[in-house]
């Protein structure tokens, strides 16, 4: 694809926004693929949903929205656009499809999967359900329609801890995620049982790493996602879902930050904080990284990768998501 004059007009207000983490040589790659998407997605009346982790040509370049996980799933079921794609994980789109069910749904990349939610599946949770009857079930976003469809009440990182306090049971059975059980137990009174789930991305960081970033660099504030171990999350200055650490460095404007979590996210969010310093840490997400400008231009002409679901599985599971939605963050 050319990097034309026409497509250089079209694209320029978004290279200057994104110029200061892309070089230009870059962008004359991506550029043509902005332009072509961009122009796809009014024919087909079709919305662009990102994750904030995707790279930031595609969080800034074609994304109509860019959110966590609560929220994506929330404007999946509020828009009028024909066609959702979803700039994100497997789990994401079938979400989506759960509060849209009678949108088409499609994803550019059918193995971009997720440690978490692979590491579970329904016939666990039946399982789980018989060895601790009466006993509610609280599943994060990071899992399979089929593991939501034997769900009480869905959670993200955003809302795990209302989520479960809302209940006012005793105990609740919270999966797949062992961190963000623990997370969830230390902020509450709840006995967690929990699932020996982890994101293989968060799981990466350590204490040691924090502690070294904090000698080295008087004064920064450190921002974890509760996907992380517990002592990161203790040896940071705050714990939050993707969207809560944009927020953080939003309303703080710290001097230098880290955020403890995936690559992009730096990225993405250092172009709308000029004035904050990140120390970046690069722990990529394989599954986000397998969606590209290419593959979404493919996806979107061929309107391939469709989330299908039986329809008893679409109704159980969502809802499992709506209940989610109603307790909110
Ligand atoms: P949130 O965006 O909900 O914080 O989730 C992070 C994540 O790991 C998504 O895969
Ligand atoms: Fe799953 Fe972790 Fe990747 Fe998120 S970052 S999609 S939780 S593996």
């Keep these: 694809m050319e990097f034309t004059q026409e497509v250089r ?13 892309m070089p230009e040589i870059e962008w004359s790659v991506h550029a043509p693929y ?41 404007e999946a079921s509020k828009t009028s656009a024909d066609i959702i794609l979803m700039a994100g994980v497997h789990f ?29 599946t329904g016939k666990d949770v ?19 329609a089929e593991v939501k469809a034997e769900t009480d009440v869905c959670c993200t990182s955003a809302n795990a801890v209302k989520i479960v306090k809302s209940l006012g049971t005793k105990r609740v059975i919270f999966l797949p995620d062992d961190y963000l059980a623990k997370y969830v137990a230390s902020q509450t ?22 502690e070294d970033i904090r000698k080295n660099n008087p004064g920064i504030k450190i921002i974890a996602h509760p996907e992380c171990p517990p002592d990161v999350i203790e040896a940071s200055d705050f714990a939050g879902s993707t969207s809560g650490m944009i927020k953080y460095v939003k309303d703080n404007q710290p001097k230098k930050v880290m955020m403890v979590t995936e ?36 996806c979107l002409e061929n309107e391939t990768g469709e989330i299908i679901m039986d329809k008893e599985t679409i109704d159980k599971a969502r809802i499992s998501v709506e209940r989610m939605a109603a307790i909110g963050r």
């Excluded at 007009?9 to 983490?21: N, R």
């Excluded at 006993?135 to 399979?144: A, D, F, H, R």
């Excluded at 009174?189 to 960081?205: A, L, P, R, T």
């Excluded at 992009?264 to 904080?273: A, L």
């Design 9 to 21: 007009k079209a694209t320029d207000p978004i290279y200057q926004k994104i110029s200061k983490v």
């Design 34 to 74: 902005i332009h072509k998407i961009n122009k796809l997605k009014k024919e087909k009346n079709a919305v662009i949903l990102a994750h904030n982790y995707q790279t930031p040509e595609i969080y800034h370049g074609v994304a109509d929205f860019s959110a966590d996980s609560l929220a994506l799933a929330i």
């Design 92 to 120: 994401m789109a079938e979400t989506a499809k759960l509060m849209s069910p009678n949108k088409k749904v499609i994803l550019p990349d059918m193995d971009a999967g997720c440690s978490l939610s692979s590491s579970i």
């Design 126 to 144: 039946r399982l789980l359900k018989e060895k601790y009857p009466g006993v509610p079930v609280v599943s994060y976003v990071n899992t399979s």
């Design 189 to 210: 009174d709840v006995e967690i049982i929990s699932w020996k789930g982890i994101c293989i991305v968060h799981d990466q960081f350590n204490k040691k790493e924090i």
């Design 263 to 298: 690559c992009s996210m730096s990225d993405n969010i250092q172009i709308e904080n000029p004035n904050v310093d990140f120390v970046k840490p690069c722990n990529m997400c394989p599954h986000m990284k397998k969606i590209t400008l290419p593959k979404i231009l493919d």
